[in-house]
Each structure stands twice: as structure tokens, then as C-alpha cells.
């Protein structure tokens, strides 16, 4: 009986749902009432308009048209569910026009409103300000800074033998404070020339330098030998600190989990006295990318001293390492820029008057997961070796 009932409801349920009829959507020619009472704010590279929609039943979305560089049209749509238009891209702060329109459901348009907007400073500009260009090791280096995590490209070119400038590489980025360096140069003199672009073709205008890149090579890891110093932490699971310089990214140096203090420090003799330029490490992959034992925080000491090894006196301070997630995200969470930023590892610059050393202990003082271990799956260094 109740199995009857049952079938008896569904098909109710069926049969009124299919006969069900949609409203009919009626065509006319009838254009919309304009927005009212547009009010603007204007922010970096554009403007945000808010304003009152008109009372058709027919309205489906309202339209900003305006004109980027070079005079090319673009718009922005809102929905009839909002009252705010965003227009971005602008690359300086001229005045401009903008017409907004209503449109409805049978595309009629509105007489549009004309409103003029006053970009503040862009991103590309404001950045643009802040970089810089050096001599490094191998090649030339770039800083900058970004404050609102723009998405931006920062351009390098070099001027060839015909006197034109050809690009050298283009680094993306939406960090705060952003980097990048272009190696694999002989130490010849050249012209350089640097700008920021955003999404929408903007131009900082260029930054000009004359340098000569510095010799650099990759320290032989096969001269590398592992120190086993005072303090310096045990290895867990099999993990032993020469597969720190194997060659091999699969395989690392894991310390102890029972150690409850930080921080924890590894040592090693890299066979020749060197200036270094940077080091490279590579984290765990996986399920473990900034998470667990990756290290997070940790400095780099050097030293030549070989008869008091043990004595953290006669190590100098060479650089602080943060490691930098560029999507910001919390930790156990990682995107795809995160997984490209680690795949090649993690570069971190030494200071230009940082002394020339051949003994290197790592001085960890922060994993991701702020967990009382570390492991670092391999490391490598660069710079140029002295007598």
C-alpha cells in the first residue's frame, strides 16, 4: 500500500514538473532607462562606479565602455544583481571618459551616461619606481617591490651588437617583495635595460645600466664531505646528511623527531674556499610541499677556521633564508605557482661582501609546520672558488 502511494506521489511530482511552463521572454524594441546617481571612487589604474539601476523588469546588465591606451575600446558588465562597475588597466593617470549603459534582455541599450574618471597611480607605475639592477654572479640581478601583489611581468633585455635591445627573460610575479636574476652570462660589459608590464600591455618607463656580470660557477658537491660538529643534529630513518649532496632530489638529510628545541644545525666541507654567489635547496614534494619538516627560516655560516670547527665563534654569519610561498596560502593548502616556484628549488642570494669560506653549517631555525625536525632534500652553491 505504501509502495502504491509512493508511485502515485512521484508521478504527481513527475508530470507537474514537465508540464510545467517556462515564462515567455518578450522581444521588444523598447531601450532600458539609463543608471542614475553614479557615484565614483577612483582607485590605482582605474575606478570603481556605483550607481542606481533603472526599474525595468526587462534589465539583464548594464556595460561600461571606455578606452585603454591606443585608443582601444574596451568594457566591463555587471550584472542586473549589481550596482558596481571595477574598470581597470589603465597605465597613468589621465582623465577619461567612460559611458555606462543598461541593456536588457532583448538588447536594447540605454542613452549612455558619460562620467570621467581620474586613475590614480597604477601598480606598473608605482612599481616601476621601485626597481633596481645589479652585477651578480653569472648575470644581473633585479629587485622590486609590490605592495598591492599586482600581477606584473618584470622585463630585462640586452642591448645587442646592432645597438637594439633584445629581451633576456621575463619574470612574473605577485609578491610583495620580488627578485629575480639571470645567469648563465660571460663577464663582458653590456647595456641592460629593465621595465614592468602589467596584463594590459602598461609600461613602467625603462631602467638603463651599464654592467658586467661576475664569474660564477656550481661548487663540485663530489668534494663535499659531511661534518659532524658539536650540536649539530642526528639523523633520523636512514636519512644521512651526504644524501644532502647526492645529486639526487628524492633522497635527503633528516634530523632527529625527539629533539624539542630549535634550532637545529647541520654541517659540511665543501673541499674548496670559495665567495659564494647563492645556494639552492629543494624541499620534500608531495603532500609535503611547505608543510612538515620543510624548512621555513634558517641562516647560513661559513668559516676557514678548520681547528675550532666546534666553536660557534669562529663561524661568521653569511646570509638569513626565508623560504617564500608565493601564493600566500596557509599552510597544507598549495597551488600551481607554489609547485613551479620549488621545482628547480629554492634560490637564495648571498651579499656581494659576504667573506670567502670553505666550511658551511646550516642554521635552521623554522620548519613549515613549526614540527622540532627538519629535512632538506638537496642543496647546492654557487659563487667563485679562491686559493
Not at 633520523?236 to 632530489?249: E, H, I, K, S
Amino acid at each position: 500500500m505504501k509502495r502504491n502511494i509512493f508511485m502515485i506521489w512521484l508521478s504527481v511530482l513527475f508530470f507537474g514538473c514537465t508540464e510545467e511552463k517556462r515564462p515567455e521572454i518578450v522581444m521588444d524594441s523598447v531601450p532600458p532607462a539609463p543608471v542614475t546617481d553614479v557615484q565614483i571612487k577612483n582607485i590605482p589604474g582605474g575606478a570603481v562606479l556605483k550607481y542606481q539601476l533603472p526599474d525595468d523588469e526587462d534589465l539583464l546588465y548594464v556595460k561600461a565602455l571606455y578606452s585603454l591606451k591606443e585608443e582601444r575600446q574596451a568594457e566591463v558588465k555587471a550584472s542586473l544583481y549589481c550596482d558596481t562597475l571595477v574598470i581597470k588597466g589603465f597605465g597613468d593617470e589621465q582623465e577619461r571618459e567612460v559611458q555606462i549603459v543598461a541593456v536588457d534582455r532583448s538588447k536594447n541599450e540605454s542613452e549612455p551616461v558619460k562620467v570621467t574618471i581620474k586613475p590614480l597611480e597604477p601598480p606598473v607605475l608605482a612599481i616601476g619606481k621601485t626597481l633596481s639592477m645589479s652585477s651578480d654572479f653569472g648575470g644581473v640581478s633585479l629587485l622590486w617591490e609590490n605592495p598591492t601583489r599586482a600581477e606584473i611581468s618584470v622585463v630585462l633585455e640586452k642591448k645587442d651588437s646592432i645597438g637594439d635591445y633584445s629581451p633576456v627573460e621575463i619574470f612574473y610575479s605577485s609578491v610583495i617583495e620580488g627578485n629575480g636574476t639571470a645567469r648563465g652570462m660571460d663577464t663582458i660589459t653590456s647595456d641592460f635595460r629593465a621595465y614592468v608590464q602589467d596584463r594590459w600591455e602598461n609600461q613602467s618607463a625603462p631602467l638603463d645600466a651599464v654592467l658586467t656580470p661576475l664569474f660564477e660557477k656550481k661548487f663540485d658537491r663530489t668534494k663535499f664531505q659531511a661534518l659532524y660538529l658539536d650540536g649539530d643534529e642526528p639523523y633520523a630513518w636512514g636519512w644521512v646528511l651526504p644524501n644532502m649532496f647526492d645529486g639526487n632530489t628524492g633522497s635527503g638529510f633528516h634530523t632527529e623527531t625527539t629533539n624539542g628545541t630549535w634550532p637545529h644545525s647541520c654541517s659540511f666541507d665543501m673541499g674548496v674556499k670559495g665567495k659564494i654567489s647563492r645556494i639552492k635547496t629543494w624541499q620534500r614534494s608531495g603532500s609535503y610541499l611547505y608543510d612538515q619538516g620543510n624548512v621555513r627560516r634558517f641562516e647560513v655560516w661559513g668559516t676557514n677556521d678548520v681547528n675550532n670547527l666546534n666553536d660557534w665563534n669562529a663561524w661568521t654569519k653569511l646570509m638569513d633564508c626565508v623560504s617564500i610561498k608565493p601564493s600566500g596560502l596557509p599552510v597544507g593548502e598549495v597551488s600551481d605557482e607554489d609547485r613551479a616556484h620549488t621545482a628547480d628549488g629554492e634560490e637564495y642570494i648571498c651579499p656581494l661582501n659576504a667573506p670567502a669560506v670553505r666550511y658551511l653549517r646550516l642554521n635552521v631555525l623554522e620548519s613549515w609546520s613549526l614540527a622540532r625536525f627538519f629535512y632538506i632534500m638537496e642543496i647546492e652553491v654557487y659563487g667563485s672558488e679562491e686559493e
